[in-house]
Nanobody, 119 residues
Framework: QVQLVESGGGLVQAGGSLRLACAAS????????MAWYRQAPGKQRELAAA???????NYADSVKGRFTISRDNAKNILYLQMNSLKPEDTAVYYC?????????????WGQGTQVTVSS
């Protein structure tokens, strides 16, 4: 299995930047994709950004050009660099991974980290 621990959330003014980190441990070699999701109060959880094991990335339209997802494979850490933050980016951000376990794909989630952007 794979365990995930996020860090780096906090309070920032609009226009500012934050970098989130997600440390993975366990069966690292079985990881297929890693992603950041976010959930704002009263809203459904949504994908913010994802990266495959091959390095392909995918972003929600709302964060394109402002957020950058990256992986440090040597340290088993996933990052989300968030620039030009807006109040609507306020949410709990969750790290997610899809990994292979035998013949099945499994998913793990981190505990979440709060990001608050003030106007």
């Amino acid at each position: 299995q794979v365990q995930l621990v996020e860090s780096g959330g906090g309070l920032v003014q609009a226009g500012g930047s934050l970098r989130l980190a997600c440390a993975a441990s366990g069966s690292i070699s079985s990881i297929r994709t890693m992603a950041w999701y976010r959930q704002a109060p009263g809203k459904q959880r949504e994908l913010a950004a994802a990266v495959t094991s091959g390095g392909s990335t995918n972003y929600a339209d709302s964060v394109k050009g402002r957020f950058t997802i990256s992986r440090d494979n040597a340290k088993n850490i996933l990052y989300l660099q968030m620039n030009s933050l807006k109040p609507e980016d306020t949410a709990v951000y969750y790290c997610n991974t899809v990994y292979r376990l035998g013949f099945e794909n499994r998913s793990s989630w981190g505990q979440g980290t709060q990001v608050t952007v003030s106007s």
